[in-house]
């Protein structure tokens, strides 16, 4: 049931809320926001909040400073613990130009588009990711990369030390609206995992934003850091958020068919054949920082080989085991770094493209593909993802259809900004090198 202006004018009343965050984010998809008191609720559910889109990333020069955050009502709640004596609800908003035009800019437009390119075919895209993370100790008010555990995969307390503080995520997720389908320990020391139901892409980009600054809230509550860095610790297993997703049409699983190979329709194999024909150019985007390729690499259970297949979880992409209205993709690259807005687009208008042009995605591999040699791979012709930013952004640059997705204005601000920090990173000299050379050479 859509949410009104009325619903949430009383629920301000009723629940005592005091104020209201406006949230959206910037390219990057670092969260942002306005605070208003609740006197100001009702204009800006009528007409909006302006803003000065100037002083945010990849948005406007400072002559076209003057931008509109328009309240998304569907997303309003109220957030699961008290600031100030009072309570707080918050908002996803649209970013708006003064004349009432979406902003080309605003990540959650950019989805919108490739929402409604997708009803264009008569498809409805749904997307479940699972959203892995750190818990780190923290000293001094900052981050430390030291695990605050010494647990394993599904381990138990009290090995796991932070069942509580999961538990506790959790309860405030569910608070909010979340349906929590498992939460656990994950390989590595310190990592976890929480899975939510999935829901249309839209509403699940806006909970991936929403989980992440719930969980880092609760983790400094308990003086912890929360982590979204796709590979903080050498020699370990990095963090991913593997992406489920699904289309449906009437109502329907457009990827099932019981009388199809594997009972899966042609609809999903043409649609992994897009994701396999641009996974490498839309990689830039669903890992987006020069960090993400430390945990792009083979071993560590990371997917760096581009082919696809069942149960076999060293592939790229993977169909899980699960048929009938269950029936999805698994893709196994991203990670939480990313801006989920930006990297759904992509990889949903990338999927269609496969359905558009009937794009085989060829045969599925069934054996584990860490164990083949670089002749076996070349002769089942697995290529393999980027091995760092600069490869991912040249591989961007040349693919039209994952250009068209961002938009020209999301484009332009994200290749200059990947561009400008991989020089940065390429021209540092780093502690790797000092100790392997000061003293030889």
């Known amino acids: 049931m859509a949410i009104t202006k009325e619903y949430i004018l009383k629920s301000i009343e009723e629940k005592n809320v005091r104020f209201l965050r406006l949230q959206f984010v910037d390219t990057q998809g670092m969260v942002k926001n306005v605070g208003i008191p609740v006197s100001q609720a009702e204009k800006a559910l009528t007409s909006g909040i302006s803003f000065d889109g100037s002083s945010i990333e990849g948005f406007v020069r400072i002559e076209e400073s003057d931008m509109v955050l328009i309240p998304d009502a569907n997303t309003y709640q109220i957030l699961p613990w008290e600031i100030g004596g009072g309570k707080v609800a918050r908002l996803v908003c649209d970013v708006h130009l003064p004349d009432g035009k979406p902003f080309e800019g605003d990540p959650r437009y950019v989805l919108k588009k490739a929402i409604k390119e997708a009803e264009s075919f008569g498809f409805t895209m749904n997307t479940g990711p699972e959203i892995e993370f750190f818990l780190f100790e923290s000293k001094d008010g900052g981050a430390t990369n030291k695990p605050h555990d010494f647990g394993g995969y599904f381990d138990f307390p009290p090995i796991d030390l932070a069942e509580g503080i ?179 687009a992509v990889i949903l208008m990338a999927g269609l493209s496969g359905i558009k042009n009937k794009t085989d995605p060829g045969e599925p591999i069934k054996h584990n593909i860490f164990n083949m040699g670089e002749e076996e791979r070349k002769k089942n012709g697995i290529d393999s993802l980027p091995g760092n930013l600069s490869d991912a952004l040249d591989a961007l640059e040349t693919d039209s259809i994952i250009k068209d997705a961002l938009g020209e204005h999301v484009y332009n601000y994200f290749m200059r900004l990947g561009r400008a920090e991989w020089d940065v990173y390429r021209t540092q000299v780093h502690q790797w090198e000092l100790d392997r050379y000061l003293n030889i050479i």
């Not at 009388?259 to 999903?268: D, H, K, P, R």
């Not at 071993?299 to 060293?314: D, F, I, K, L």
């Open 166 to 344: 999961r538990q506790e995520i959790v309860v405030a997720l569910e608070n909010m609206g979340f349906n929590i389908e498992a939460s656990h320990h994950e390989v590595a020391k310190g990592q976890h995992e929480i899975d939510f139901k999935y829901a249309d892409a839209l509403t699940t980009a806006d909970n991936v934003i929403t989980f992440k600054f719930v969980t880092k809230t609760i983790a400094r509550m308990n003086n912890l850091h929360a982590s979204f860095m796709p590979k903080p610790i050498f020699g370990i297993n990095g963090s991913g958020m593997h992406t489920n997703m699904s289309l449906f049409k009437d109502d329907k699983n457009a990827f099932y068919d019981e009388n199809g190979e594997y009972e899966v329709s042609e609809t999903l194999r043409y649609f992994i054949g897009g994701l396999k024909e641009h996974v490498k150019s839309f990689t830039a985007v669903t890992n987006p920082l020069v960090n993400s390729y430390k945990r792009l690499v083979p071993g560590y259970e990371a997917p760096v080989y581009v082919a696809w297949s069942g149960a076999n979880r060293s592939s790229l992409i993977r169909i899980p085991a699960a048929r009938g209205m269950s029936t999805r993709i698994e893709l196994r690259s991203p990670d939480p770094s990313c801006n989920p807005y930006l990297s759904f």
